[in-house]
C-alpha cells in the first residue's frame, strides 16, 4: 500500500524541515515530500491536519526479555508497546537468558523480530561472556549476526584492562560500546540514590558518585583506545560535567539518558512504590536540573527509554528486594512533551532526541531518523494537543511496572508506520486489512 500524508507539520531535524505539507509513501520508501503533491496509484490518504509527522522513533536502550524471560514480556508485545508509543526501531540489551553473547543467540533474536516483530529490532551483544565481567564475548561473530553495539548493560565493566581491551575489540568492528556506569564497589548494597531522601525512608542509599567515578575511568580509556563510548541513561550531575568536559577535548562519546531521570527524584521513592526502584536511581532535583541544561545544551545526545519490564512476582514485594527497572516505551513521548511544555527544550529538539540522534550513534545498516526522499518510510504522527492519563491497564506491554499510572500527560501517537507498513493505528481507522493493527 502506498501512503500520502497531507498537510501535516512536518518536522525532521536532519533536513531542517518544520513546515506543512505533504508526505509520499511508495513501495515502502518517502519518495516525494511538498504541498500539494498528486497521490500515487493504488494509494490511500491519511489527513494529518493539526498533527505532527516526524521520522520514526529510535530507542537505543530496550528489554525485550526473548529469550528466556517471556512472562516479562516478549518480542511481539514489546514492539507492539513500542509502535504505540511511536518507536520503530528498538534495540534490545543483551541481558537474557541465555544472554546474547553468541551468533546462536542474536540470530534467534533476529529471527524472532522479523517472525513477530511489529518494529525494527536491532540486538545489542555483550561485552563479556555470560555478562560475567571475565572473558571477552565474541563481537565479530555477533556483528555479522546483526548487533549494532555491545554492553553488559545493567551490569559495569569492572576490570579496568578488560574495558581497555573491549574498547579496542569493539573498535575493529565500529561498534560503540555501551556502559551501564556504576562502581560496584561504591553502590553496593544501595536501593536508591544516598541523599535525606534514602535516610528518611530508611532505605540504604547509593552515591551519584558510583556512576561518575565510573565514566571518569572511562574516558581515560577512550582517550587511550579512539573507541566509540556511550554511556547508558546518565542521571548525575558530575557525570554530566565529566561528559562535557571529554567533548570539549574531542573524545568519540555519545550519551542518553531516560525520561523517568528527567522528571523524577529520588522523594518519589519515599512512598515505597516499588515501580521507581531503578538502576541508576532516581536522583536529586541538582541532578535534574543539569541533565535539563545538558538536554538542551547538546552534550546528551538521545532520549532512550531502558523500558525495564518485571512482573508482579518481582515487584510486588519489600523495596529492598524488588527488581530494578520500570517500563517506558509507551510514556516517554507525552513526558519529553512536557518538557517542551515547560520551555526546558524546544519542539525540534524534542523530536531530535528520539530520531537523528539516536539513530547516528549506534552501527546500524542504513539511515532511520530521517524523513529525507529515498530513506525507508518508518514515520510517526503525532496528536500534539492530546491530554490523557496514563492507565497501566491500558498498557500493550506485557509487564505494567509504571510509576507514572494515574499521571496526565499531553501528546499522544496517533500512528506508526515502518517501512511503510502500519504498524500501529490508535483510531483503528488506518490498517488495511492484512496490515494489522498496534
Known amino acids: 500500500m502506498n501512503y500520502v500524508l497531507r498537510d501535516g507539520r512536518i518536522i525532521d531535524p536532519t533536513s531542517k524541515r518544520d513546515e506543512e505539507a505533504d508526505l509520499v509513501i511508495e513501495n515502502g520508501r518517502v519518495t516525494r515530500i511538498g504541498r500539494g503533491l498528486r497521490a500515487p496509484a ?8 493539526g498533527l505532527l509527522v516526524t521520522p ?6 530496550t ?64 561485552i563479556t561472556k555470560g555478562l560475567g565481567g571475565a572473558e571477552l564475548a565474541e563481537m565479530a561473530e555477533m556483528r555479522e549476526a546483526g548487533i549494532v553495539a555491545v554492553s553488559d ?24 560500546v555501551v556502559q551501564h556506569c556504576e562502581d560496584k564497589h561504591l553502590a553496593a548494597g544501595g536501593v536508591m540514590n544516598e541523599s535525606a531522601s534514602s535516610t528518611r525512608a530508611g532505605l540504604k542509599g ?69 515501580a521507581t526502584k531503578v538502576a541508576p536511581p532516581l536522583r536529586t532535583q541538582a541532578d535534574i536540573d543539569a541533565l535539563k541544561e545538558a538536554l538542551a545544551d547538546g552534550t546528551i545526545d538521545a532520549v532512550a527509554t531502558d523500558h525495564a519490564p518485571h512482573s508482579l512476582v518481582e515487584k510486588d514485594v519489600e523495596f529492598d528486594l524488588a527488581a530494578f527497572g520500570m517500563v517506558g516505551l509507551e510514556t516517554a513521548l507525552p513526558l519529553l512533551l ?35 526522499e529515498g530513506v525507508v518510510a518508518d514515520v510517526t504522527i503525532i496528536d500534539p494537543a492530546a491530554r490523557w492519563t496514563v492507565q497501566r491497564e491500558a498498557l500493550l506491554s506485557k509487564s505494567k511496572n509504571t510509576p507514572f499510572h494515574g499521571r496526565a500527560v499531553l501528546g499522544r501517537v496517533k500512528a506508526t508506520l515502518v517501512g511503510g507498513r502500519i504498524a500501529y493505528d490508535g483510531s483503528g481507522e488506518l490498517a488495511q486489512p492484512g496490515e494489522g493493527k498496534g
Do not use: W
Open 42 to 49: 493504488a494509494s490511500r490518504e491519511i489527513h494529518c491536519k
Open 56 to 61: 520514526g522513533f529510535v530507542d537505543l536502550h
Open 63 to 126: 528489554h525485550l526479555r526473548e529469550p528466556g524471560q517471556e512472562y516479562k514480556e516478549d518480542i511481539a508485545s514489546g514492539t507492539r508497546a513500542a509502535a504505540a508509543g511511536g518507536f520503530s526501531t528498538v534495540c534490545c540489551m543483551a541481558n537474557t537468558t541465555p544472554v546474547n553473547d553468541c551468533r546462536a543467540v542474536t540470530d534467534l533474536i533476529v529471527r524472532r523480530a522479523r517472525e513477530v516483530g511489529a518494529t525494527r529490532v536491532f540486538p545489542v551483544g555483550a
Open 153 to 176: 548493560d545493567g551490569l559495569p565493566v569492572m576490570n579496568a584492562e578488560l574495558m581497555r581491551r573491549a574498547l579496542e575489540y569493539a573498535r575493529t568492528f565500529g561498534l560503540p
Open 206 to 274: 547509593q552515591p551519584s558518585a558510583a556512576e561518575s567515578v565510573m565514566v571518569a575511568r572511562d574516558l581515560e580509556l577512550v582517550a587511550l583506545t579512539g573507541a566509540r563510548y556511550h554511556v547508558a541513561h546518565v542521571s548525575a550531575a558530575a557525570s554530566v560535567r565529566l561528559l562535557r568536559e571529554a567533548r570539549k577535548r574531542g573524545l568519540p562519546v555519545t550519551c542518553e539518558v531516560t525520561p523517568h531521570h528527567l522528571t523524577l527524584t529520588d522523594v518519589v521513592c519515599c512512598g515505597y512504590d516499588t
Open 338 to 372: 512536557g518538557l517542551v511544555e515547560d520551555k526546558v527544550i524546544t519542539l525540534e529538539r524534542a523530536v531530535y532526541l528520539l530520531t537523528a540522534g539516536p539513530a547516528q550513534i549506534f552501527a546500524f545498516p542504513e539511515a532511520f531518523g530521517t524523513l529525507i
